[in-house]
């Protein structure tokens, strides 16, 4: 690694202990550290002070947080979320809003250049960061009332629907040897989530080798999932996919294996993911944002936050008020669901990454896109917070005088 790519690595990790700490001192967490780690990578990136040169050794760190993210998304949903009647409502409402996408974008004149280009654009306003959305969601107490079952179900979909939209939609591939490679590489997928179960019920000797060395300086556990996710990370980059697939794909097979959790392993995970090499990936995603342009374009950054509200946001207030009646939630709990579903920042760094290396979307247009993503990581939350305090006075029982 060269010195330059040292120096870089040492402003990120400086950047990554800050950050934390600077968002807990804010009065009431109102800015998420995802925010304040993406402006701290535009600070230090090459459009402001440039003392942080992305190469390829940073690059590599980079892609493995990203991994990162997407192993503990794919690892945190579980199966039984995408059936029933909520699951349902959820993926239909994603392929509404991807239909809404796609007029606005061509009803846009400037993103008419380059099919590629408006196809990108047009699945990045479709996207939720389920991953970004979970520890939200555990932190504030909601994850298992039914406005967090409600953002789980819909946020799934805004995840999985995305990602495989990248593979096959962006693809410059013909359609039908993209199909070939997606099935090629699901059944890659579902072996390395079968094979494991099938060895530890036929071999106990397996199994206790296993847990004798979790917790010992050999870590088994956490090497073996490391495997899982380096592989099918290569895996996707040989068949020449986004890498978001193999992530996720490596996570969902990882709950697979381990369908009840372990929370040691989770632990660890955790601590090498958001100790590391996911904050990384946030502030090498911010060396990317160019101020100027979105000094240039400031109308242009209100569109794209304005769109992604009326493409994700509103189909799924909609719907959710189309429910069964059994199933319905109150006003307040249904904007708090589309608000946090429209939280859409880890994959718009995909999608634009993606367009950018096809040539198929320029730097500025990508630099707005994750400024806008940026901005929901931050400006969502507040107001579906905003929207729960509305919940608990509706909800709150009024108590009898004696």
Same mark, same amino acid.
């Given at each position: ?35 304040? $780690? $993406? ?9 402001? $002070? ?27 949903? =579980? ?16 392929i509404v809003s991807f239909g809404i996408a796609v007029l606005v974008i061509v009803l846009v004149p400037s993103f008419e250049e380059n099919e590629l280009g ?14 970004? $959305?979970?520890?939200?969601? #555990? ?9 967090? #079952? ?23 591939? =013909? ?32 199994? #206790? ?52 959790? =372990? ?136 108590? #009898?005088?004696?």
């Amino acid at each position: 690694m060269e010195q330059t790519e040292l120096i870089t690595l040492l402003v990120i990790v400086v950047a990554a202990f800050l950050c934390p700490i600077i968002s807990s001192l804010i009065p009431r967490k109102i800015v998420p550290e995802t925010v304040l $780690l $993406l402006v701290a990578g535009m600070v230090a990136g090459p459009h402001v $002070l440039g003392i942080a040169q992305i190469g390829d050794a940073i690059g590599l760190l980079s892609d493995l947080g990203l991994g990162f993210l997407f192993l503990l998304a794919g690892y945190e949903i =579980d199966p039984k979320d995408m059936a029933g009647r909520r699951a349902r409502r959820g993926l239909l409402t994603w392929i509404v809003s991807f239909g809404i996408a796609v007029l606005v974008i061509v009803l846009v004149p400037s993103f008419e250049e380059n099919e590629l280009g408006w196809l990108a654009v047009a699945i990045a306003l479709t996207t939720t960061a389920f991953g970004t $959305l979970v520890p939200i969601l #555990k932190e504030r107490g909601i994850a298992d009332d039914p406005v967090g #079952k409600n953002i789980l179900a819909y946020g799934t979909w805004g995840e999985i629907c995305p990602i495989i939209a990248i593979a096959f939609i962006l693809s410059t591939r =013909d359609r039908w040897l993209t199909a070939v490679i997606l099935l090629a590489f699901l059944a890659v997928a579902v072996a390395s989530a079968v094979i494991p179960v099938h060895i530890r019920e036929r071999s106990q000797r397996f199994v #206790k080798l296993m847990s004798d060395n979790a917790e010992t300086s050999a870590q088994l556990t956490v090497r073996a999932v490391m495997i899982l996710l380096v592989g099918l990370i290569a895996l996707s980059a040989v068949f020449d996919l986004d890498i978001v697939l193999g992530a996720f794909a490596a996570g969902f097979a990882l709950r697979f294996v381990i369908p009840c959790g =372990d929370n040691s392993l989770e632990h660890k995970l955790n601590g090498i993911g958001y100790g590391f090499f996911i904050p990384l990936f946030f502030i090498v995603s911010g060396t990317k944002i160019d101020p100027a342009a979105l000094a240039h374009q400031p109308l242009m950054l209100l569109l794209f936050i304005g769109m992604l509200l009326a493409v994700r946001a509103l189909p799924i207030f909609i719907s959710l008020g189309c429910a069964p009646a059994d199933d319905r939630l109150p006003a307040p709990s249904r904007l708090t669901v589309a608000l946090y579903c429209t939280t859409a920042l880890p994959l718009i760094v995909a999608v634009t990454n993606v367009a950018v290396n096809a040539e198929a979307m320029s730097a500025d247009t990508a630099s707005l896109l994750v400024a806008a993503g940026g901005i929901t990581v931050l400006l969502m939350p507040l107001l579906a917070s905003l929207s729960l305090r509305g919940i608990d006075r509706y909800t709150a029982p009024t108590k #009898k005088r004696p």
